[in-house]
């Protein structure tokens, strides 16, 4: 985890994040598989950079270059939703288990109040389960959108 950094998003990462997000996998295993439109993508991504209730981190190496995103939406009090994606050469690495402890850790550290975390995961995208489960996320139930099955995980933090 040494060679990978996790820091808050700013505006210069508009880019990176709109071609990581119309990455045809990371549309395929979102709850919206629909591609994604500049315009639409730059107001939704000032927002969230914006957004107090919202932590958006920026993932990474040394040289810094980019390797992907975690969010985290606060969903009330006490609940927050998560997502991750990774740039095509970082998947399949077992980093994202990492990425996401470190991210939960971040997170935690500025949201203390926040007791769970959750995590809507495609029930197809098995990595993406195993990466959640070794990051101590447990299964917590099964809920259909858009036609699709997925799996919500919740982790304590």
Sequence with gaps: MQDIILRKADIS????????S?????????LNPSFIEWGEHEKW??????????????VT?????FL?????????????????SL??????????????????RIYKNENFRKKYVFAQINKSN???IKSFAKAL???DSDFEYNNKMYILMKKTI
């Design 13 to 20: 990462h508009i880019r990176d994040v709109f071609d990581l």
């Design 22 to 30: 119309n990455d045809p996998i990371v549309r395929e295993n979102s």
């Design 45 to 58: 991504f000032t927002s969230k950079i914006q957004d107090p209730e919202s932590l958006f981190l920026i």
């Design 61 to 65: 190496n040394q040289a810094g270059t």
């Design 68 to 84: 992907g995103q975690v969010r985290f939406q606060a969903e009330d009090l006490e609940n927050a939703v998560i997502s991750i």
């Design 87 to 104: 740039v095509a050469a970082m998947r399949g690495l077992s980093f994202a288990s990492l990425i996401l402890e470190e991210a939960c």
């Design 126 to 128: 098995i990595p993406s």
């Design 137 to 139: 996320f447990v299964y």
